[in-house]
């Protein structure tokens, strides 16, 4: 069982820029993917990025493409999220998750039962 635990979150005005981190512990495979996820007020929780185990494959929804950029060190065990050129509707709760076994694609296909606490960002206008 992994153990996942976000931190980052704010508030920060549209235009500017946030980090998100994720550290992971626990019993994991040798191999895993990861990805991030957010949930705004009133909406289902959407995908946001995803990263394989060695980080040479990444994946963006639309909507962040070119804004987000997602990275990890695996030393470290910690999943990281750089948001840049944040807009309004970059607001939710950002959650982390890991696919022990996985690919960026399985990741992204949200098949997770169970999520850490999260971390709230607001982005105000």
């Known amino acids: 069982q992994v153990q996942l635990v976000e931190s980052g979150g704010s508030v920060v005005q549209a235009g500017g820029s946030l980090g998100l981190s994720c550290v992971t512990s626990?019993?994991?495979?040798?191999?895993?993917?990861m990805g991030w996820f957010r949930q705004a007020p009133g909406k289902e929780r959407e995908f946001v990025a995803a990263?394989?185990?060695?980080?040479?494959?990444?994946v963006y929804a639309d909507s962040v493409k070119g804004r987000f950029t997602i990275a990890r060190d695996i030393a470290a065990n910690t999943l990281y999220l750089q948001m840049n050129s944040l807009k309004p509707e970059d607001t939710a709760v950002y959650y982390c998750?890991?696919?022990?076994?996985?690919?960026?694609?399985?990741?992204?296909?949200?098949?997770?039962?169970?999520w850490g606490q999260g971390t709230q960002v607001t982005v105000s206008s």
């Open positions: 990263i394989s185990w060695t980080g040479q494959t990444t």
């Open positions: 998750n890991a696919d022990p076994g996985g690919t960026t694609a399985t990741v992204r296909s949200n098949r997770f039962h169970s």
């Open positions: 626990g019993r994991t495979s040798s191999t895993y993917a």
